[in-house]
């Protein structure tokens, strides 16, 4: 088979699960002969992270077009003279295919004008991976921009998926389209034993841990794991991750101070490839109320064999199966959450059977091998 040019995109100016995704798509890609070749905005936060990681599979390249949040020109001659700069930057790449990725729906700034390029350029293959919903409450006037741009977008691109049914399926309500759902997939870590190790490295005593990993934002539900903890004495709490929101940090600071939890709860802030860390957590608790389409730290948990408890938001109920690798209770519902998580961490039978099934479920359905090759498939290299 005649080798191919593979380009990968992903424009954002905050690194998240879709960075992640994208990575391990590149490393376990089905052809190793195909050249894969990964294009980032200038102001991406995770170049480091992509040139660790994918040396020497993937070659990566700079696009120096600056975003919308980066304070772009606006207008339809400057959307249609980036669009005219970007196609001269695909056509030096010589794609056959183009595997772009996408925070939310409907594609806007970069991401947009690159779709639109690839499309005039008329590359054979292009296909759009969505990794979050479309905006809940955007207002009239932007809402009514972006419903514009969501049903445009099927038109530029060949394929689009999304990482679970729900999200899925919100998309092609919102497009007008058919969306496919591709599951992620993570490699098996090679590091499991070192749970004692880990649990220095974050600096918590001996005794029941919980865990929990994102960014700080409201849609997160944070509050209302912290919320809980008062009904679970002897228990300590870690939640690692950025400050996506501002102020959110200070008001869960704030929140652990008034219930006198602050010597059993802690926030550790952003932590390098945060999901090895679930190895030394007893229980990972993700309290989503909102918008979250996936929750890669479900994957994280249950390669590690550890149980779940997720809410009943988005797509986590398609990841965690309820009473077998965990359980799901009710969003925005901190008692809820705490008597999941009595029930847990009391029966050490339970969890050890529950984190067994979750490795179980973790090999059959969510290997990144898998994944990558969905994707190769969905873009049409059969």
Not at 215 to 233: C, D, H, I, T, W
Not at 356 to 382: H, N, P, V, W
């Amino acid at each position: 088979m005649t080798p191919r040019t593979v380009v990968f995109f992903n424009q954002s100016l905050a690194y998240g699960g879709d960075d992640t995704i994208l990575i391990e798509t590149i490393l376990h890609w089905p052809d190793a002969a195909d050249e894969k070749i990964v294009v980032l905005n200038a102001a991406h936060p995770g170049m480091d992270s992509y040139a660790r990681a994918l040396a020497p599979h993937a070659r990566i390249v700079i696009l120096d077009e600056k975003t919308v949040e980066e304070g772009c020109s606006r207008g339809p001659f400057a959307f249609a003279g980036a669009v005219l700069r970007i196609r001269k930057f695909i056509r030096a790449l010589a794609p056959d295919a183009i595997l772009a990725s996408s925070g939310g729906y409907p594609p806007t700034s970069l991401l947009l004008r690159f779709l639109c390029a690839a499309a005039l350029e008329r590359v054979p293959r292009r296909l759009l991976a969505v990794h979050n919903y479309p905006p809940s409450n955007p207002g009239a006037l932007r809402g009514a921009y972006l419903r514009m741009i969501g049903r445009f977008t099927p038109q530029i691109v060949a394929t689009l998926t999304s990482v679970s049914r729900d999200c899925a399926n919100a998309i092609s309500v919102y497009s007008g389209a058919a969306v496919d759902t591709i599951l992620n997939g993570i490699s098996s870590r090679n590091d499991h034993g070192a749970s004692e190790v880990k649990r220095r490295l974050l600096g918590v005593p001996d005794g029941a841990l919980i865990g929990s990993i994102g960014n700080l934002e409201s849609r997160k539900g944070f509050e209302y794991l912290v919320r809980a903890m008062p009904s679970l004495p002897g228990t300590r709490l870690v939640i690692i991750g950025r400050e996506t929101e501002p102020g959110h940090q200070r008001k869960l600071a704030r929140l652990i101070e008034e219930l006198g939890l602050g010597d059993r709860v802690v926030l550790k802030g952003f932590l390098a490839d945060a999901g090895r860390f679930a190895e030394c957590f007893d229980l990972c608790v993700i309290p989503s109320v909102t918008h979250e389409s996936f929750g890669l730290l479900t994957l994280d948990a249950m390669q590690y064999a550890k149980p779940v408890i997720a809410t009943r938001v988005g797509g986590l109920p398609e990841v965690v199966d309820s009473g077998v690798t965990g359980l799901i209770v009710q969003p925005r519902d901190d008692q809820a959450l705490a008597q999941a998580c009595a029930r847990i961490l009391g029966s050490r039978g339970e969890a050890r059977e529950m984190g067994l099934q979750g490795r179980r479920r973790f090999e059959k359905f969510f290997s990144a091998t898998r994944m990558a090759q969905d994707y190769c498939d969905r873009i049409g290299f059969r």
